[in-house]
Every structure is written in C-alpha cells, then in structure tokens.
C-alpha cells in the first residue's frame, strides 16, 4: 500500500512538475507565439514619441536578445533563474525582483484584508444553520456570489469614497486604502465560503453523534465547534483556491482602485509586452498558488488528525437544499423573458439625442452612453456569455470525466491550474492569440476542469470499489461493459450536476475577461464588456450596469436552485416510501 501510494505521489510530482515547465516556456515564447514583433511594443512603451524605423526596432531586438533565437532566450531567462535572477524589464530597464516582490507584497496585504472580510460574511451565512439548524440560504447564496467583484468594486468606489467622502479611491498609501478594494473582493469570496460549509453542515448536525451529544446536555457552542471540524477538512482546499483568487485573480479590482498588486503588474506586462517582468509575475503567482496549496493540505491533515484520518471517515451525503419549484421557475420565467424581449430588439443602433435615457416605455431598460437599447444588449449578449459558458461547461466536464480515470495525472496538473486565476491564464492567451470571445472560453476551459476532476475521480473510485461491480466480474462482464453501463452512468450525472452549479462562476470569470478588455471586443453586446462600458457613467445611469449584474444574480440563483430541486426530487424517488405508522389515539 506504500508503495502504491509514493507511485502516485511520484506520477503527481511528474506532471506537476512538466505543466509547470509548460507554463513557463509558454510565457517565454510568446513573442513568437503571438506572430506580433515584440520590438515595436516596447519601442512604443519606452518613447511614444520616436519613429518607428526599421532602424530603431533591430536597435531594440538587439537590446532585448531577440535576434538569437526563442530558445537562446528561454534559456538564459532560465540559467539566470537559477540564480536568482528575474531578469531586467524591456521597459523600464530595471530589476524584475524588485517589482515583482513590491507588486506580490501588495497582493498578499490586500488577499489578507478581503479574506478577513470574507470569513466575517462567511460567518453570517454559516450561523443561522448553527444556531436554528436552519438550511442554507441557496440561491441567495449563490446570488450574493455572482456579484461581478468589478461593478461592487465600482458601486463602493462612488458611495464611499466620491460621494461621503470617507475612503481614498485609489493608490496603496496606507491601511485606509485597502478597505474599498477588500470589501469588493470579501464580499463575494465569503459568499461562496458561507455557501460551502453552509450546504455541508445540515447532514453533519443530522448524524447520530450530535443526537448523543445533546442528550449528555455538552453546550451547543462546542457541538458547533465539532461540527464545524467535521465539515472543513474537504473544503480546506476551496478555501485555498478562494486565497489564491483574492490574490491573482484581483486584477479588475485592482485595477479599478490602481492598486499596485501582482495581478494589475502582470497585466501591464502583458499589454507592454515586457516579456521578463510578465514571467516573472506568473512565475510568483504559481508559486503562491502551489505554496498555498501545499498549506491546504497540511491544515486538512491537522484538522482530521491521525483517528479520523486512519479510518478513512468522509463528509455523509449532502442534504439537499430545499428549493420550492416557484424559485427556478420564476428565476427562468425572468430570464427568458427578458432575454427574449431584448432580442427583438436591435442593439446596435446608436441614437446619440438618447444618451443615458432613463428606463421607460421606449427603453425599457434605459440606454448606454452611446444611446444604444440595453435591454436589446442584454439579450443579444446571452448568447455570447451564457452560450459561451455552456460551452466551457460541457468541455470542462468531459476533460473531468476523462482524468477521473487517469488520477496520476490529474492530480499534478490540477494543482497547476488551481493555481493560475482566470485572469492571468486569459492575459497570456490574449497575448498569444489576441483578445475575443474565443480566447477568453479557451482561458477559462484551461483552468475550470480540476474541481469536476476531483469529484469525478472520487465517485470512478468509490464505484469501483462497490459490491455490485465485484459480482459483474465474477459472472464475467467485460470491462468494456462494465465502464459503459455501471461506471459511467454513476459517475457522470453526478459531475454533470456540478458542472451546471459552476456555470454562473464561469459566466462571471468570462464578464470579468470582458471587462478588462481580453474578452469579447466593441461593439459585441457581451455582459461583461456591457459592465465596462458603463462603469465611467454608472453615477449618471446606474441601470445600463445594473441590467447584466442582476442577470448574473439571476443565473447563479437559477443554477443553484435548479440543481438543488432536481437533485431533491431524484433523492425521493431512489428511497423507498416508510412504511405507514398508526396515529396514535386522539390524533
């Protein structure tokens, strides 16, 4: 069994090790990659004033090594690496070290902000099931999480620091200025920790320990506590993940408030085409995420402790949450009218007399600052977001289910990918192929499969080791037919689940790609391009940022409450009705 076990751990290493290789050279050849002469980028990036000469550009390949060769340079990027050298930025000409250290020191001061922040609404959500053994809040739940961090980064911005005045809206002097920022990153992020242990906690509080606790009169503060130890040795890691996009996946919000983090210097980076202080910024964000990760499991071992672990104990079921049918119904009566309704409609007729008009009869969802419908945006944008992300979806959930068999290398490239934000793996795709729709569902497919991995290699191991499968190979099923007819159908309609409960994240992580100009470009209705847009008048015509917001809202409320009601109806129809009891006399 040990050895088993350092195979697997050997194999995970293997792969972590080669997709981190990948990474790297992929950022070091992107010059080449992208078909587009990095000379003229920074030429333009060091004197916007000068000529654009032939001349002046092999001047700047010289300077920057590029007439050797990709490979002459990756590999003196990684020989001097090796000593500790970043390498000296095409731009400015200074160190890489120093930036990207300030730029990282900043992030982390800012992910420490916002996950305190996030532990605190996490908190709230977490309590009521504590205190009244209440069922999560669900679908609000998940609507709080779509909140796009961009636009509350925004809306607190103008209410808080332009309108009462009592925050600065932008740069990093002192602890003052990362109170904006870290609500809008908190807020969020403690909405989907909240969700997480909140859906968990019920079926913990139903086990028959609990019963015997409150029976020996033990206070309901330390049941809570055990419970609570109970619930977050398999979310550890989602707490890890959520760490790690509070810290690189802050670029809108970073750049919203000018925040000098990691995130917001790999981006400058990447539109300058400084190629050594991108990689140096990608390079710190995958140790980050790789050191984060490793702490994550260091604290899931603490928590089970050696009992626990030795026995192998897991979560129970998750009770399902209560989801009456009127909530998805209406959610997707909402939904679909509306997209409907604005599908009739043009949206690309620019009426300039009607800039920023008010939502009325002709408008009815107002119109944006070129006099465009929004209504007619909003409905045409759904096929690109909505579409988009359905799309992502289906991809990511069959990679999952194919690395559900093949753990060795899942587990090493997952701890990759967990790693890298959506933002940061769209900025390089965008250098490399150019921003659009395309690039930004590539960005996001890239990095979306590890969570239904995870679940699906789980559930393929659990199926395997069930009784039914053992009887199937004594009367001589083929392994052809049992994966066909018992693995996957087990398998796969529970992965499926999840994956539609990822949807509206995905949706979110493609509107925050959009937002920062690496996704869907002018004059495409998409809904986060639409949020972009609109944010420079969102004081003058909060509706025309207001409409995809909620639509996001309504999504992950519709996702969430559909699975749940789904998942709800095919738990009572596979338990057998109980057997009627006689009412007691008098009854």
């Known amino acids: 069994m040990k050895a088993r076990i350092r195979r697997l751990a050997g194999a995970a290493a293997l792969t972590r090790l080669f997709c981190l290789i990948t990474v790297l050279a992929a950022v070091g050849l992107l010059p080449w990659l992208s078909g587009r002469d990095p000379a003229l980028a920074v030429l333009r990036a060091r004197s916007a004033e000068q000529d654009r000469t032939e001349e002046a550009l092999d001047s700047v390949r010289r300077d920057l090594g590029l007439d050797a060769g990709p490979l002459s340079l990756l590999g003196g990027w990684a020989s001097d690496l090796l ?12 160190e890489v070290l120093p930036s990207v250290v300030a730029g990282l020191q900043v992030s982390l001061a800012l992910m420490g902000a916002s996950l305190g922040l996030a532990l605190m609404v996490a908190c709230t959500l977490v309590a009521p099931v504590l205190v009244r053994d209440r069922s999560s809040a669900g679908a609000w739940a998940a609507m709080l999480v779509a909140v796009p961090e961009f636009l509350l980064a925004t809306v607190v911005l103008l209410v808080f620091g ?42 913990v509080l139903d086990e028959r320990w609990v019963e015997l606790w409150r029976g020996a009169g033990v206070s309901r503060a330390r049941i809570a506590g055990a419970a609570l130890r109970r619930v ?43 190629l050594p202080l ?22 899931r071992r603490r928590l089970l402790g050696p009992a626990l672990r030795d026995a192998s104990l897991a979560l129970p079921p998750a009770r399902p949450v209560r989801a009456h049918p009127a909530i998805p119904l ?12 604005g599908l009739l409609r043009d949206p690309y007729t620019v009426d300039t007399t009607a800039r920023l008009a008010a939502p009325s009869l002709t408008h009815p969802l107002g119109t944006d600052g070129l006099g465009r419908d929004v209504l007619a945006r909003l409905g045409h944008g759904a096929a690109s977001t909505v579409g988009t ?8 959930l069959l990679v999952a289910l194919a690395l559900g068999f093949l753990p060795r290398i899942a587990e090493g490239a997952s701890d990759i990918a967990n790693a890298l934000p959506p933002v940061i793996v769209g900025i390089l795709v965008a250098a490399a ?13 890239l990095i979306s499969w590890p969570a239904l991995s995870a679940h699906a290699a789980a559930l393929v191991q659990e199926v395997r080791a069930s009784a039914f499968l053992t009887a199937q190979r004594a009367i001589g099923a083929s392994p052809l037919w049992i994966l066909t007819r018992h693995v996957l159908p087990s398998v796969a309609a529970p992965v499926a689940r999840h994956a539609v409960l990822r949807l509206p994240g995905i949706a979110l992580a493609l509107a925050s790609l959009g937002f920062l100009g690496l996704g869907a470009q002018p004059p495409a209705p998409e809904w986060g391009l639409l949020l972009d847009e609109s944010r420079a008048y969102v004081e003058r015509a909060p509706w025309a940022a207001l409409a995809p917001a909620v639509a996001l809202a309504l999504l992950a409320g519709l996702a969430v409450s559909g699975a749940a009601l789904t998942r709800g109806r095919r738990i009572r129809r596979a338990t057998p009705a109980p057997a009627q009891k006689e009412a007691p006399v008098g009854v």
């Open 83 to 94: 000593h500790g050298d970043l390498g000296t930025s095409w731009v400015s000409g200074t």
């Open 162 to 203: 332009v309108w009462l005045g009592w925050l600065p809206t932008s740069g990093w002097v002192g602890p003052e200025n990362m109170v904006l920022p870290a609500v809008a990153l908190g807020v969020p992020g403690g909405g989907l920790l909240g969700r997480l242990v909140a859906d968990a906690l019920p079926a």
């Open 232 to 274: 977050l040795p398999p979310l550890v890691p989602q707490f890890g993940m959520v760490a790690v996009g509070l810290t690189g996946g802050a670029v809108a919000v970073e750049t919203v408030f000018a925040v000098p983090g990691i995130g917001r210097t790999a981006l400058g980076a990447a539109k300058s085409q400084d």
């Open 278 to 299: 991108l990689q140096g910024a990608v390079l710190a964000l995958l140790a980050l995420g790789l050191v984060t990760g490793a702490l994550a499991a260091l604290a």
């Open 330 to 341: 209406s959610l997707f009566t909402v939904l679909a009218v509306t997209i409907g309704w």
């Open 389 to 396: 992300a359905a799309a992502v979806c289906l991809l990511s």
């Open 433 to 445: 192929v150019g921003p659009g729709t395309g690039g930004a569902a590539l960005a996001v497919a």
